[in-house]
């Protein structure tokens, strides 16, 4: 079974930093295009960065500047780096493949950036 387990979200005011990561087990994680997606409360769940097999990323606008993936092969982990967050980065943070497949969600990490 695919597993994607993410970590490391918590409470932190705005202009803090947190850094996220996504544990992957029951796929060849080195051949995947992973990505990082977030959902605001009474939002759709939206693309936040990708990053490819080869290390070729991929950010949405609100992020640039700001985000940075990166993937370890070796220890089959995901991971997003977040700098500067603003409380419009508030929300549930999950990974998984770039086009996404409904069957490898899992939990989520919470962000919460107060102002």
């Known amino acids: 079974q695919v597993q994607l387990v993410e970590s490391g979200g918590g409470l932190v005011q705005a202009g803090g930093s947190l850094t996220l990561s996504c544990a992957a087990s029951g796929i060849m994680f080195s051949l995947n295009y992973m990505a990082w997606y977030r959902q605001a409360p009474g939002k759709q769940r939206e693309l936040v960065a990708g990053?490819?097999?080869?290390?070729?990323?991929n950010y949405a606008d609100s992020v640039k500047g700001r985000f940075t993936i990166s993937r370890d092969n070796a220890k089959k982990t995901v991971y997003l780096q977040m700098t500067s967050l603003k409380p419009e980065d508030t929300g549930v943070y999950y990974c998984n493949i770039l086009p996404f497949r409904n069957n490898y969600w899992g939990q989520g990490t919470q962000v919460t950036v107060s102002s």
């Open positions: 990053i490819t097999s080869g290390g070729i990323t």
